[in-house]
């Protein structure tokens, strides 16, 4: 079945766009046309948008592997910025049976700074009642990769853990899912962000302005590295004989493959050691967020939102991103 969505006042729209690689100051207000939805695709009303380092990494084109991986090797080949949504089903695409108009859903979508986005059926699920808009936007690329990685490490009740990066958005649903599953869990962040992740349920925080975390005489039974910034040498130290550390994303490295590379040598150190040092690619499928719908329905995790940007302020979103000025989660809100 194919909906009919009214033309009236959705022939062009406004969205944050950004027609060449860069900084924040790329990313304007442009009239565009407005997608239409195709086969097993949707038609989302946006009513708001999260702010990731995913969105930063393919606005800058950084690491430069991701432009040969097809988002464009000279410009962004999708102008339109933003993939966490949430909003509303206003258009069906042919063959698409698991919404219907009206719906409230949240996931990934193509371009989600803008009042309207097109997202593939099998991106989406519906939105918890419990959380609005703005909450539901900022957890489906960061809540499930929290998930993955907490299911990765295999933390189990009474295991110390350690997650570096505690205070931003992967971090923030981290620290919960290793409290909900009865872990002691130790955080590392800026003394400006303590309080907030303490609140989430780490019983200790590091600032690691003030001290290095791996110069304790301290043994953890998983670590969580978000930040991706500390050597593994150093962090192994800190690790007991038989733990796991899971990298998460793909953060520090060279300008042409980031992170990938300390995954990598990770996977080939732990061939040699009983340590088990991994990492993952997480993919935001309709699956996986339904086991955080879940999770989210428990108690278990729920989302760190502490900031919303107007649509016209994403480029100064991104920009208080990468400098670390958002504690937890940022959403952009798109006015109706």
Known sequence: MTATVPTAATTTMQAAVQRRYGGPEHMHLETVEAPRPGPGEVLL????????????????????????????????RQPIAGEDVAGVVIGIGAGVTRFSLGDEVMGAAKGSYAPRAVAAEGKLVLK????????????????VTALRAVERARITEGQRVLVLGA???????IVQLAAAAGAHVTGVASAAKADLVRA?????????????????????????????????RR???????????????????????????????????????????????????????ESLAARIAAGDVSPALTRTYPLAEAGTALADLAAGRIAGKAAIVVER
């Open 167 to 173: 205070s931003g958005g992967v971090g923030s649903s």
């Open 200 to 232: 989430l349920g780490a019983s200790e925080v590091i600032d690691y302005r003030a001290e290095d975390v791996t110069s304790h005489d301290l043994e953890f039974d998983a670590i969580l590295d978000v930040g991706g910034l500390t050597p593994l």
């Open 235 to 289: 962090l192994r130290k800190v690790l007991s004989p038989t733990g796991t550390l899971v990298i998460v994303g793909g953060e520090g490295g060279d300008a042409l493959t980031g992170g990938v590379g300390r995954q990598l040598g990770a996977t080939v150190v732990s061939l040699f050691t009983r340590q088990t040092l991994t990492s993952f690619v997480a993919v935001t499928s309709a699956e996986q967020l």
């Open 45 to 76: 009303e946006v009513r708001a948008a999260g702010v990731d380092r995913g969105v930063w990494h393919l606005m800058t084109g950084r690491p430069l592997v991701i432009r040969v991986l097809g988002f464009g090797l000279r410009r962004p």
């Open 128 to 143: 918890p009642a419990s959380l609005s808009f703005e909450q539901a936007a900022v957890l489906p690329v960061s809540g």
